[in-house]
């Protein structure tokens, strides 16, 4: 029973994964770099310290590692409000998990908004609505 479940499990969120990445746009960390401005051969390095600042967090499929686009400027660089999120929740809520959550539909903001697109408007609101989720704050 229990190897069924899991068998379920593993099948649900490849699926997921899957649906995710057709919603939503993602970038290898040579691209991003490019679009900073950065050689193609210190992208890793780049990127790197741009997630242990908690600047942006990346996704593991397969054997890539990707960005989602949406936590970045027009012009490469990390966008802001999203440093106080990945700094609150390092450790906690990151890759995949953080991935769908921000990209989820959330009572907690009008109009049921996904926390992605509240992060711009209210960046507190997103991780007070995050740490709610991971049982840290009462609702």
């Given at each position: 029973m229990s190897e069924d479940w899991h068998h379920v499990e593993?099948?649900?969120w490849v699926q997921i994964?899957?649906?995710?990445?057709?919603?939503?746009?993602?970038?290898?960390?040579?691209?991003?770099a490019r679009l900073a401005g950065c050689l193609a051969t210190d992208a890793a390095s780049l990127l790197e310290a741009w997630e242990a600042?908690?600047?942006?967090?990346?996704?593991?499929?397969g054997t890539e590692r990707l960005y989602p686009l949406f936590q970045f400027?027009?012009?490469?660089?990390p966008r802001p409000e999203f440093q106080p999120l990945l700094t609150a929740l390092r450790g906690r809520m990151e890759g995949w998990e953080l991935a769908t959550w921000l990209t989820r539909h959330n009572a907690e903001f009008p109009n049921w908004e996904t926390?992605?697109?509240?992060?711009?408007?209210?960046?507190?609101?997103?991780?007070?609505?995050a740490e709610r989720e991971l049982g840290e704050l009462p609702y």
């Open positions: 593993a099948a649900r994964r899957q649906d995710w990445l057709k919603a939503h746009r993602t970038v290898s960390a040579e691209a991003i600042a908690h600047r942006v967090f990346a996704i593991q499929e400027q027009g012009d490469g660089q926390p992605e697109a509240m992060i711009g408007q209210d960046p507190q609101a997103v991780v007070r609505a």
